[in-house]
């Protein structure tokens, strides 16, 4: 049996040391043979990607001429490898990711080969210490929540994953398209490409027993200056506009996204919980800048 084609597409940006050991977790603890990595320099100091292709040939590498961000080098890296390579599957891996199990791209590849529905998948991201960061989520009253409390592990049925780890069929790139460059540089990309997936049809599976480490801050926090600010108020908006409804959509955009301008969580996994908040610092600029992105998207719109 012909084993399909695994395009891994990783950016880049400024992150030599996480890379390096990104690479070589999938170099050693990889037994899937039928891949190959598209490594995309989002315009790095240094010269990393040169350097990390001297140090592992075998990446096709691509350097952007200026920093596009999460969406747009993504889509740089996807159309290289359908171009080159035409993948079967397309795996988006974060470049401060690290593998663990010899057997994770095989078991996923089994997965999604054994139901034709499935069409995007996750596994189980945790932080270095072994807790669990993200095995993907669902969305509940307007609140983009994750699954904190698993049982028995298995092969869960999710609204989305993690971009760090978004393992995408063909067939998905081929009905949906790419990632929604809109949201550049970065954030809320990978929920939309999710949900903009089970609106063609297609399952979202997450595989728990399937562990990746993803060295994400633990305390997580988009609002440390107005440039991220704006980003992300911008970015919500549009994506409370684009996919929920109703009341939905009037909670997140003028009640939640107000009140995480006040308030910051504690622990990221903890979910958005009084008892997990604390009062931010620059409350007044906080709001001040989600006032702007509401007026400047509701004005163009």
């Not at 990393?48 to 590498?61: D, E, H, R, T």
């Not at 920093?67 to 159309?79: A, R, V």
């Not at 596994?123 to 669990?132: A, F, N, Q, R, V």
Request: glycine content about 6%; proline content about 2%; charged content about 30%.
């Amino acid at each position: 049996m012909k084993l399909p084609k695994v395009a891994i597409i990783i950016c880049t940006y400024n992150q030599d040391i996480l890379l390096e050991k990104c690479l070589l977790s999938l170099k050693n603890k990889t037994n899937y043979k039928n891949y190959r990595i598209f490594l995309v320099d989002d315009k790095s100091k240094k010269k990393i990607g040169i350097n990390m292709k001297k140090k592992f040939p075998v990446v096709n590498l691509i350097i952007n001429k200026k920093n596009l961000g999460f969406s747009k080098s993504n889509n740089i890296g996807i159309k290289k490898a359908l171009k080159e390579y035409s993948p079967d599957y397309f795996l988006l891996l974060n470049d401060d990711t690290e593998i663990v199990d010899k057997n994770w791209l095989k078991t996923m590849i089994e997965v999604g080969e054994s139901d034709e529905k499935i069409g995007i998948l996750g596994c189980k991201l945790i932080y270095p210490d072994g807790s669990l960061q993200s095995v993907g989520g669902h969305i509940k009253w307007g609140i983009i929540t994750k699954i904190s409390n698993l049982g028995k592990e298995g092969i869960i049925d999710v609204s989305h994953v993690m971009g760090a780890f978004m393992l995408i069929k063909k067939e998905v790139i081929k009905k949906v398209g790419f990632l929604d460059e809109i949201f550049s540089p970065y954030l809320l990309e990978d929920t939309d490409y999710c949900l903009r997936a089970k609106e063609k049809g297609f399952e979202i599976k997450s595989v728990s027993y399937i562990k990746i480490i993803h060295k994400k801050g633990k305390t997580l926090d988009f609002l440390k200056d107005r440039k991220r600010i704006l980003i992300r108020f911008k970015n919500d908006i549009l994506f409370s506009k684009r996919h929920l409804k109703g009341w939905n959509k009037f909670f997140r955009i003028f009640i939640y996204l107000p009140l995480f301008a006040i308030f910051k969580k504690k622990k990221d996994i903890e979910g958005f919980k009084i008892k997990n908040l604390k009062l931010r610092k620059d409350i007044l600029m906080n709001l001040t800048l989600y006032f702007k992105s509401l007026s400047k998207i509701y004005n163009t719109n």
